[in-house]
Antibody, heavy 125, light 105 residues
């Protein structure tokens, strides 16, 4: 059974940093590209970042470029999101989401087939 | 690419059919997905590539469209279908619509 379990969320002040983790199990993590998607309270979904299976390709939404860094450790079946210089606008539930197997390295055109339950990040003074 | 979903809220009764729309500001080909999100839960993939049902998704869910106009149809609504539905495009970067809330009338 595919499982994605996020952790690392919490309450912090503006300007702070946080590292989110996503532990994957039930599939060959090293062969799938992964994503972070967030959802602000009462709002819609917003794609945040993508990393290819090999880590060669990394993409970010404009609002987090230069502040967030996506990474993965295939030996540990884990995905990470390092978040720096956090602002109130970063308050959201952060989900990790898997891309399906029929994707190319650095490019995926299909929907995310598995999602974790999310971890809440609250940025407030 | 901006995705605009309509209506924002749809009020229907169990047994009725629902038609949800997603319009893209530019062509995304058929690289359009639909997700269902029940309250307090993670999104669940329903439809990928505009019309391909994901594994385990009931046949009452169907997707259609290409280019800029897409539709999710749910025939004969079940109580568990009342949720928020999101569309997502991956034809030009990645973006989501703002969601359509399907509520019980």
């Amino acid at each position: 059974e595919v499982q994605l379990v996020e952790s690392g969320g919490g309450l912090l002040q503006p300007g702070g940093s946080l590292r989110l983790s996503c532990a994957a199990s039930g599939f060959d993590f090293s062969t799938f590209s992964m994503n972070w998607v967030r959802q602000a309270p009462g709002k819609g979904l917003e794609w945040v970042s993508y990393i290819s299976a090999s880590s060669r390709y990394k993409f970010y939404t404009d609002s987090v470029k230069g502040r967030f860094t996506i990474s993965r450790d295939n030996a540990k079946n884990s995905l990470y999101l390092q978040m720096n210089s956090l602002t109130d606008d970063d308050t959201a539930v952060y989900f990790c989401a898997r891309d399906p197997p029929n994707c190319y390295d650095g490019s995926c055109l299909h929907g995310h087939d598995y999602w974790g339950q999310g971890t809440l990040v609250t940025v407030s003074s | 690419t901006v995705l605009t979903q309509s209506p924002a809220t749809l009020s229907l009764s169990p047994g009725e059919s629902a038609t949800l729309s997603c319009r893209a500001s530019q062509s995304v080909g058929t690289y359009l997905a639909w997700y269902q999100q029940r309250a307090g839960q993670a999104p669940r993939l329903l439809i990928s590539d505009a019309s391909n049902r994901a594994t385990g998704v009931p046949a009452r869910f169907s997707g259609s469209g290409s280019g800029t106009d897409f539709t999710l149809t749910i025939s004969s609504l079940e109580p568990e279908d009342f949720a928020v539905y999101h569309c997502q495009q991956r034809g030009n970067g990645i973006s989501f619509g703002q969601g359509t809330r399907l509520e019980i009338k």
